[in-house]
């Protein structure tokens, strides 16, 4: 069953156009309803400037969600506007991810921008996707914040390691991965056991995924002395791939939320949209 709903982050962030741009793209494949976004956040400003300012801290900042409001309504207008699709635009206020995951719940799939530690667009310092995926319940496309992405879904890799979250993401994914002329299921350094792979690793999910009509094609490889996320980027790298789904692994609910090494480098490092699920 195709996505029906996509939600769609929209910012002030440089590469927001790009991630509108993939999203309209999948919602055209899905002949899904695309939602645009956009979450009024105020600017950090600091305890002595505020008492030193006073009221006009308030104006200041109201005029900040007013120009922000008004930039992100033109770019999503100048992008779908001529799409013939269903779109809607949205505005709420309040914290990113709170309002992400409120509106997102009602939607088959989020989409998000990687977080830039270098500037945010927002004047936010949240990295949203690392939190968002825990919150929602629901599968999150994060989209680089550099690189221009012609297509999308054409050529994917599966990170699986039968796990739990893997297992959610294949099962998150399936719309995509149906429309793929290729998807690679990659296992690295497969372990066997109850709770672990079968005797071909990968070939139990590449099966499943062949009778939901996907062209999945099980790899698997063995490289103890190299980073799991390197080696998922290099792979993809060398098979062209324009899609990654994987899970997201957690060992912490808390604020502070420790995410597995794969998860954590492929958020940092990704070079092609990453869906993510837990």
């Known amino acids: 069953m195709p996505y029906k709903d996509i939600l769609v982050h929209v910012d002030g962030s440089a590469n927001c156009a790009t991630r509108i741009d993939l999203a309209l793209s999948l919602a055209k494949t899905q002949n899904a309803h695309l939602i645009g976004l956009y979450v009024a956040t105020n600017p950090d400003v600091p305890e002595f400037v505020q008492s030193l300012m006073g009221q006009q801290v308030q104006e200041v900042q109201a005029r900040y969600q007013q120009e922000g409001l008004a930039a992100a309504a033109k770019l999503w207008g100048e992008r779908t506007g001529n799409s013939g699709l269903p779109v809607e635009w949205r505005f709420a206020e309040g914290d990113p991810v709170e309002q992400l995951s409120l509106h997102g719940r009602y939607a088959d799939l989020v989409v998000v921008g990687q977080h830039d530690g270098s500037i945010n667009g927002d004047g936010s310092q949240i990295d949203i996707a690392d939190e968002l995926v825990f919150e929602l319940g629901r599968p999150v496309m994060v989209v680089p914040y550099t690189g221009h992405f012609k297509v999308l879904g054409q050529r994917i890799m599966v990170a699986w390691n039968a796990s739990r979250e893997s297992t959610r993401a294949v099962g998150d994914s ?70 990654i789904v994987m899970g ?31």
Do not use: W
């Open 248 to 278: 997201c692994y957690g060992r912490s609910r808390l604020r502070e939320i420790v995410l597995g090494g794969a998860t954590r480098h492929m958020l940092k490092h990704m070079t092609v949209p990453v869906i993510l699920s837990h």
């Open 174 to 243: 399936i719309p995509i991965l149906r429309d793929a002329k290729h998807v690679f299921v990659l296992a690295i350094n497969p372990r066997g056991g109850n709770n672990g792979h079968g005797a071909v690793p990968g070939a139990d999910i590449a099966q499943h995924l062949a009778r939901h009509g996907v062209k999945a094609e099980a790899q698997h490889v063995f490289a103890e002395d190299v980073d799991v996320g390197n080696m998922l980027l290099s792979r993809a790298a060398d098979e062209n791939i324009d899609l």
